[in-house]
DNA sequence: TGCTTAACTTGATTCACATCAAGGCGTAGG
DNA sequence: CCTACGCCTTGATGTGAATCAAGTTAAGCA
């Protein structure tokens, strides 16, 4: 059962401390959300023996960066992430938010070499998945072949909303549209979906949904004139979940 | 030459006319591109085998509808085909446009669901690929299994580099990268990469770009005046391929 | 504790692209 | 053959968000 234990007992004192490093599937409070999901207990045995735990990376660490050498995916313990591409001439966009319970990486299997970059944007922990690992069990389990497929695929309908996104929405729409999709997330996690702090800053926000930190900071005063949700800094309380969904104008 | 035959010989008049109507991947031109690449031959004939093809779409044909049932991921034999959303307010998103040897359908497999639908630009030939044979066979096939991991991360860095375009890049720069990329397609075809002709409108690229129809026209305008492109309609010559990256700006 | 720098907000101005409007051209159908 | 419609182009005008410019607040650090 131990893995690399570097020395005697880290394994024992890793199961005492659980709530914030979490040493198996099973016991995780995420694997309803996580890669696990729609696995036999005694498969996720299997799935649990290939996953390296590591210690927790701090804020702005990298988990990988683009051109490294791709050999695993992540999930997300705690804390979050953002993954981001750099162009040529030095800009960056940001492709993605990765809150726990979430698989990131998986961009890099198409050419062996990680097409983006993923840095933590708070002391965040994840769970490496070896790829040549995780392909070798798949062949096996028909159930975890199917789940990773379906992961992939999620990720490129989320894509494929992001494009809509940018391409049809107003400034107001995108940025009631993230705060939506995050309320959603934290949701999933059982937590509060209308009082959250968010993790990344506006400029981040702004990278990611093509506005300007001014603009994003302007529609955060809107909303907040409007009364559909009170901003202080990164607290963000819902007020009006209804008005946000009309302001974000994407139909339910 | 005699196309589909509705009765008898209809496999053999198909292998007589091979050029416009392959009957399996082992003698498919596309065959370098498309998803046997990788396997062996022996794998090439147990993956023909779960293949259907059936008769060309004609232009405007839908291969499937978002909302539909999924069943199957489909590579595209002959013409071009579009994939597209429809938002809640009756607009659509041109997500894709998909050329012969690639392939399509892929979002659906998250939700057992097809999250777009593809319509044909023109007569198209598709062949359909079941996916819940696919699975098994990949199971059995780590080389297969291991191709369509990679086939699924591609589209989702595509769609990453979509998503940056969108965000970060002007009208100019989004349509010579388009234009960039047809090219491109074109070549790993062994077709021309300087002359080809356009099988999509120009409301479908300003769609996909997130631009007007009067943009992409402009933009157009502009690339023959500078003696970039030659556009006739729907013909395209690119006159100054190294001009067009310098427009496109993307680096390399 | 105060200093320094990063992160955020707000306002004034500019600009790229959307919108509105009209005309040209190619193709299908009577 | 002519008419009609879809598709494309070009021009004039409008506008949402970018850019430019300050100032405020929060956060790290000596």
Do not use: W
């Not at 498969?43 to 649990?48: H, R, T």
């Not at 990376?57 to 695993?72: A, C, I, T």
């Amino acid at each position: 059962m131990t893995i690399h234990l570097a020395e005697s007992g880290e394994n024992a004192a890793l199961k005492q401390c659980s709530h914030d490093y979490q040493v198996n599937c099973s016991s995780c409070r995420l694997n309803s959300i996580c890669l696990p999901l729609a696995l036999e207990s005694e498969d996720i045995q299997l799935l649990d023996n290939i996953i390296q735990r590591s210690k927790p990376l701090q804020k702005n660490q990298h988990l990988y960066r683009e051109g490294d050498d791709f050999q695993s995916v992540y999930a997300v313990r705690s804390g979050t992430l953002k993954a981001y591409k750099t162009t040529d001439d030095g800009r960056e966009q940001v492709t993605g938010f990765y809150f726990p319970g979430e698989i990131l990486g998986m961009d890099g299997i198409s050419n062996n070499t990680h097409a983006s970059s993923a840095k933590a944007l708070e002391t965040a922990a994840t769970c490496e998945i070896p790829f040549t690992s995780l392909e070798k069990l798949s062949s096996h389990m028909p159930s975890l072949q199917r789940h990773f497929f379906q992961l992939m695929s999620r990720e490129i309908t989320e894509d494929q909303l992001l494009i809509t996104l940018l391409s049809k929405n107003s400034a107001d729409e995108r940025v009631a549209a993230l705060m939506l999709s995050i309320s959603t997330r934290y949701a999933r996690r059982k937590l509060s979906a209308t009082q959250f702090r968010l993790p990344m800053s506006r400029v981040d926000i702004g990278n990611y949904l093509g506005l300007t930190v001014e603009t994003v900071s302007r529609v955060f005063s809107r909303m907040q004139k409007l009364d559909i949700m009170r901003v202080d800094n990164k607290e963000i309380e819902i007020l009006d979940p209804e008005a946000l969904r009309r302001m974000a104008n994407l139909g339910r």
